[in-house]
């Protein structure tokens, strides 16, 4: 499978007939597949280069290692490994949770930390514990693809506020908060993936950073920062974490996804004691209880494997990534496109030259065997649609080379098009992209 | 830990100071902590003999195999077992889960399979997409503590459906749902564990399974089946599934925690497929996708080790402890009590002589080192005083008999009381067991 499942954004359902359309909740109707789901199903033939998917290249990880830690896990820890754990995750395991934050200038509790399947889990939590139907939720524009569903999912209202290479832009969100207050909207949070965004591979400022946080402190606002990235970084000065500097207005999503791998699903949540109260207990009639054995097994390597070399050694391999695909593009790309340049992460965002259309030119893409993600997927409503996420941390440097070689084949015949006819690949027709019935 | 994090249930949470308790969503309301909680910390001391949790004795797992299992996964199969998964989860373990299933009369698509993380993210996913505030779920009364904590969290209308020793009565079914069509109220589901019931010990005989898909098929009314101790059986004839002679009424809930292991976490749900769709999209937006790792571990189980044979090493194991607690209740209980006797799964539900209150004596139970779970915990609302869930899965033979001992011992006490004064121990004063801020 070369497409990350996080690639998914609302369109309607297919019609097919569904006996129980008229027992569904409400917030069901927020619940949709992927409208580029189909195509990414061929996307991951292997002649295909995706550009596309956010899957780490797990290729890269110590097998032996794990292969070692998994097995003592049995037998040595099996009696606790195998049973029943508690909601709030292991204290062990969230001991350590604690000493890979320090990393990000975060001094906490493992008391205020909850261990959940993946961040994506803790993002539902937190959705599930503070959100009412027609609550505002705040985010940049654009933003991570499943976040806009699980808002969607819990009936928020979603309001994206504009970012720019340097993050996002602090007048903005303070613009936007006094106009929510003045229709005395119910704002519940901002949230934010700061560091190496998800798509659009841009970080924060520091100078940014205590803006942000002095802007939300003073309209009593909570933050809710995504960072599964941050300790992914190829060039460039660490940031703090806006947790590090704000612990009771920060809601902090971190994961061990992209630093170990997402097999696991380990994720955590760090939050104000009150707040960890409530998702402990969301937690728990959610799913009981994560993975013990899992939770065993990340401590342990946390605990015996020296990660902090681990993650250098990822980040020497992606940084070589990083620099395939922004060289490629500076070398190819045609005139009037422009892309960010990202420190750390997985992902560069493209502007396409006046007049294309990511989404439309989707079809044509693949059928030149290259996938990447339309814009139109990490925003709440239509916007995006000159853009595109290009994704650099699974394909070697040599195809991510040939893969924007096939992109930019694509484009030019587009512009072409687009000079010749005065547009470009017409958007394709309702129906033409119904999404499969589950997932790639 | 010797209390299932399963024994929770709604009551007010502790008076501590929240800066955002004007911020959470309506539903939170619905998310409080264990009644009972600090209770079952003081309750997993050495010293006590625990008849409350619902744990498997997972010393009795081939741990030399699982770690062979796990070890392998890591080096045959780590670059899927390391990766994100699809939502739906492993094709080759949901092709093993139809043949578990096939067990019990199910004949079922690997297509329709859902795999979660345990049967209780199926009930959640379930609830999630059909319940809005105020709609009707039906339970048996007594039920699964936690299925209460989760219908709650979605501010479901919980109404209990009498059941004696054959299970759930069908008239009382027919009448309930009777009533409620003509007060025009919105019923999702039954929600029913129909084998060894969860709290009550009981099955739901041949005979009245028909008449129960009758009747939910004439009021049109989907049954959530939650089946996770039908093959812990220790004495008489197998029964079918509801979902073997239902297909398009039944979503069918089930887990490999009670026949291999919690510790992984795998569960799963059957449901017709426009349901399956909708509960895929919200695994997706609640998690993303399932371990990859423990799908590919329990699948390789599935695939290389006798498991229908060691499920028959459990259900011996089993059956001793039952027959331990079987017999000690025969020998010591005090007149006017009775109890259920179950062919099968964990439970014992308990009849108290009249007048004892079993929540109000719990605390003196502790103190006498022998934990149960009052009956209150099994229903929405106050019923239950007059009975309790002894378990006898944990626990040895000897320590069963032991604890029904200490146990009986409490009750004489609590009757010469109630013959004395007129009444046994008072009910604990507001606040006497305020919850513990999170999981034991």
Redesign the interface.
Known sequence: ?SV???E?KPCP?GS??????G??????QG???SEVRALFAVASRPEVVSLAGG??N??A?P??A???I??R???EQ??T????????GDPVLRQHICEVMGLEGIDASPDDVIVT??S??AL?LVT?????PG?VVLTEGPTYV?AI??FA??QARIEHVLMDDDGVIPEALEEMLTRLAAEGARV?FFYTVPTFNNPAGVTLTTERRARVLEICQRFNL?VLEDNPYGLLRYEGEPVRALRADAP?NVIYLGSF?KTL?????IGWALA???????L???A???????????QLVVGRYLATHPWREQIKDFNEMYRARRDAMLTSLDALMPAGSSWTRPEGGFFVWVRLPEGLDSKAMLPRAVGERVAYVPGTGFFHGDDGRGNMRLSFCYPTPEQIREGVRRLVGVLESEISLRDTFGSASAPPRLGDDAPA????
Do not use: C, W
């Not at 599930?128 to 009412?132: A, E, H, L, Q, R």
């Not at 019935?437 to 790639?440: E, F, R």
């Open positions: 499978m990350d499942p996080r998914s359902q097919r007939i569904d006996p129980y359309v027992s569904y909740a409400a917030r069901a619940m949709v597949a899957m780490p797990v290729s990880l097998l032996d794990l292969s070692d998994v097995q896990v049995v037998t099996g009696a490994a195998l049973q029943y754990g508690s909601a709030q399947v993946g994506q889990q539902d599930k514990v503070f959100i009412d609550d499943t569903n699980t999912a819990y519940k909570l009771r996804s791998s997402p097999g696991f699903r104000p004691s009150a707040v960890r109260d409530k402990v207990l969301a728990e009639s959610a799913m009981l209880s994560h993975s013990s054995f899992n019935p589950d997932l790639p």
